[in-house]
């Protein structure tokens, strides 16, 4: 396959940030991966990834990175360990054509937050690039370097809400009669997904070898109820992420307190997940969490949709 030659081209994605709304865990497998229960949720945090074709005296790949001014630009390689670049390698291979493309990375969702921004990012590369190579890669083929990208990545793809199980990447999207409000408070200190798992190793050594269900959370999603959602809402990572990181605890306490429906470690954190009820209480919630001194507190809704064009501009 060759890639066509174009003047000027422009194709940005924008990709979303996701919770778990029950994420249940299960002993290591024996490649090292645990078992997952998952209910993912994408919400209204985003990323949006910028591809262009780079002209003839231009650098055949090029990535650079602008963060919101609540991200350690520091905590985001631009080299080859960036998962886009990753995505772009593992695209450009299964096409068999060169790696090209100016890429830029506009990040709102925090680093290490446990909110998958890697792995939107990685989603947004493998549609933009797609685009702008005219590889026309079929959905299943897609989904398929997703999954070798990371656990995480099918569902940016998909966005909604959707069930995971395997280590979360295989993926099916679920009906969902809400729309969530939520309270995101990020932390300028990441938790590193796989210590959190070590730690969850230790803790629960007996941990049963499937992860437990979610069926009564599915009927609460599927009704749009809230109030129902937030009694059944799990994750069993935030125990180990909590003894990690005990201020996390003070932070959920507070934002219940200050009426939130229920707060929640999103996937192995640190940030902090609070369901409101409505965009009002969601706004009050967020001015109650600033008073206390946080200053970063994000207000998204969801479900909102997984990686998709937003601009293609032809020159």
Partial sequence: ??????????????SAAKINLHLGVG???????????????????????????????????????????????????????NIVARAATLLAAHHGVPVRGHVDVDKAIPVAGGLAGGSADAAAALVALDRL?????????????????????????????????????????LPDGGTWWWVLVPSREGLSTPQVYRHFDKLFPDAPAVPPPADELL????????????????????????????????????????????????????????LCESSDHARDLAGALMRHGHTVVLVANGAVAGAHLVENLHG
């Fill in 219 to 274: 009927d609460a999603v599927a009704a749009g109820d809230p109030v129902r959602l937030a009694r059944l809402l799990r994750n069993d990572l935030q125990e180990p992420a909590l003894d990690l990181r005990p201020d996390l605890g003070v932070l959920l306490e507070r934002g219940e307190s200050e009426g939130a429906l229920r707060g929640i470690i999103s996937g192995s954190g640190p940030t902090c997940a609070f």
């Fill in 27 to 81: 002993a290591p497998r024996d490649d090292g991966f645990h078992p997952l229960t998952t209910v993912y949720q994408a919400v209204g945090l985003c990323d949006d990834l910028t591809a262009t074709l780079p002209g003839e005296q231009d650098a055949p790949w090029d990535l650079r990175l602008r963060v919101a001014d609540y991200i350690d630009p520091g905590a985001v390689p631009v080299d080859d360990d």
């Fill in 133 to 173: 190579w005219d590889a026309r890669t079929s959905d299943d083929d897609l989904l398929a370097l997703a999954a070798e990208l990371g656990s995480d990545v099918p569902f940016a793809l998909i966005g909604g809400t959707a069930l995971g199980t395997g280590r979360g990447e295989h993926v099916m999207p």
């Fill in 1 to 14: 396959m060759s890639i066509p030659v174009r003047t000027t081209v422009n194709i940005t994605v924008r």
